[in-house]
């Protein structure tokens, strides 16, 4: 079973959010395969906040938003192939806020960050399954377990 975070650049390209799917017909293609192979998508927090900072963003956001918001409430009820992941607890904000400073130098953002710690979470409990975090982004798409 292979488990595959979805970064935010990955959802707008499958949200066909206006000037965030440069990549959509790619990025649709790939998600065929790997729903096919029946590969688990997760939906970390992370990536949904900052697909909706990008939509509010839009000259059209109310549409866009519609259909972010009934996507997002699909995968909440687990009848989409994305499944959401759980909301920070205190302790892996403070891991966070600890490791972010060494991160923003390198110009990765909190989100980022965030959608790391998630592929470490999922890294301890899932110690034998491959693990990889898709993403358009090269400091993100590297993480492949």
């Not at 966070?96 to 980022?112: H, V, Y």
Request: glycine share 4%.
């Amino acid at each position: 079973m292979t488990i595959v975070l979805i970064d935010t650049s990955i959802f707008c390209n499958v949200l066909n959010i206006p000037n965030r799917n440069q990549r959509q017909a790619a990025v649709q293609q790939k998600l065929e395969e790997y729903l096919e192979a029946n590969f688990t998508l997760l939906l970390p927090l992370a990536t949904i906040i900052e697909t909706g900072n990008h939509i509010a963003q839009q000259p059209d956001s109310f549409r866009v938003a519609k259909r972010f918001v009934e996507e997002v409430r699909k995968a909440l009820a687990g009848e989409s192939p994305f499944v959401t992941t759980p909301a920070l607890d205190q302790a892996t904000l403070a891991n966070l806020l600890n490791d972010f400073p060494d991160f923003a130098k390198r110009g990765i953002g909190l989100g980022d960050c965030a959608i790391i710690a998630e592929f470490d979470r999922q890294c301890q409990l899932h110690p034998h399954q491959h693990i990889l975090i898709w993403s358009l982004d090269h400091h993100l798409s590297s993480y492949d377990r």
